[in-house]
């Protein structure tokens, strides 16, 4: 063997620098699924089948390209066009290594590759971890940079460099400029203006997403093949006390099906992203959203092309601008920042706890157990599909966790375990930094904090619900809302250091001091239940 060549689970992009120079005579493309990366946090059943249905049919078509694949699956499930059933899976153990690291260690001293190739993993304990076994094992390797990606780590400490605050804003401006993305001829943005946020806060009506016209149309399903049915019944079994459920599970999982979830979205859905982009409704997972974050973070789609789409259509007059480049501003802007402040910090951003918040996370993320209507359909949502938008995430499971005082790093393991498009150099940040404020403010100008009433304004689930967001004590009082004071007051030294939070600290010096008491005493209820 000359080179052994690892394809990390979230690496699925045959157009990837691991390919360059590839001699199939000679090179055998390596990929392992192990336990660990399942049960590190407490995996969902669909986040898992996603990863392991998309790696192995990643390796099937590498496969049928005539390359040699070393596949190490979990067990005898595996389809025979992906596992070789003459070749030594568990290196002569009784059972495969549970970590990455232990697998490749086993494959390294029994095949003594003359050097390994890599692309950068996506995780910096990962990183480290790989990088340790092929320094002990006394191979010559060689770690490439992943070119998936629009901003290198070079750019963005270039960015960074001088910079007393980083703001995503202003990063993204530079990646519009760099990228020739929405621009005019002159160089100037397409309309006028850099950012169209304010047009992007749409609600829907008392009839909601259904009254519109045209109708709104569910995304593009994919059936599960035989395969993926193989995957779903071997998680089903092995990981049966995992949270979630697999019965609904139809994400797109190869480069075909990404690259027609992209053509879906474009034609049938990018026009009233932009509008309804922030608005929820209960029993509506999907509305206006993409679904291309998991293709995305599984590199079956590349973001050159997810752009360049979307900037299409608002040119060929298909989708309004506003909305084009709010879409985009998630691709270029904040997707590429988030891993630009996620490399910049580690690996001291995980230990981040900027309000010192300690509070356990309640049971009833793991179950949606509540009777609150917003949370109840949220996290509901999340368990039966993997999925929930950003909205629901920053603005209802985050901002609830936030109010409540949770400990930063619990929260983070929670959306690291539930999501299908979870992985850590793009969740962590969002989760610590935008949802949590535990960087301090790396990540968001403010903390990103609301009483039960912008729940109540962007979605239909209070009138569903037994609590009043208008009220702050008493038994129908919303613990949104309790929770929104009793945070302000709580922090009300260290908030008024941020001109941001101003308004919202004049609207809290109204409160006499019977009030105050009286949602202390109901917010130190809520945290004992």
Known sequence: MRHLILILGDQLDRRSAAF???????????????????????????RIAVFLAAMRHFAAALREEGLNVDYHAFDA????????????????????????????????????PERVILVEPGEWSVREALRGVLDAAGIDWEERPDRHFLCSHEQFAAHARGRRQLRMEFFYREMRQWHRVLLDAAGDPEGGQWNYDVDNRGRFGAGGPGAL??????????????????????????FATHPGALNEFDWPITRAQALEALADFIEHRLERFGLYQDAIWTGEPWLFHSRL?????????DPREVIDAAERAWRAGRAPLAAVEGFIRQVLGWREYVRGVYWQSMPDYAQRNALQASAPLPAFYWTGDTDMACLRDA????????????????????????????????????????????????EMPNTLGMSQYADGGTMASKPYVASGKYIQRMSNACAGCRYDPARATGPKACPFTTLYWDFLARHETTLRTNPRMAMQLRNLARLDAEARAAIAAQASGLRER
């Open 20 to 46: 360059d120079g590839l001699d199939p005579r000679q090179d055998v493309l390596w990929m392992a699924e192990v336990a660990h990366e399942s049960t590190k946090v407490w995996s969902a059943k669909a």
């Open 77 to 112: 499930t595996t389809p025979e066009s992906i596992a070789d059933p003459d070749a030594d899976t568990n290196g002569g153990m009784a059972t495969p290594p549970s970590t990455l690291e232990a697998r490749l260690a086993v494959t390294l001293r029994a095949q003594r």
């Open 213 to 238: 016209e045209p109708p709104l149309r569910r995304p593009r399903r994919f059936t599960p093949d035989a395969i993926t049915r193989a995957v779903l019944e071997m998680v089903e079994a092995r």
């Open 293 to 301: 974050s998991v293709a995305l973070n599984l590199k079956l789609l």
């Open 379 to 426: 996290i509901g949502q999340t368990l039966r599909l993997g999925h929930a938008h950003h909205i629901q995430r920053l603005m209802v499971t985050g901002l609830y966790a936030l109010l409540l005082g949770v400990e930063p790093r619990a929260v983070h393991e929670w959306y690291l375990a539930v999501y299908v498009d979870a992985v850590e150099w793009v």
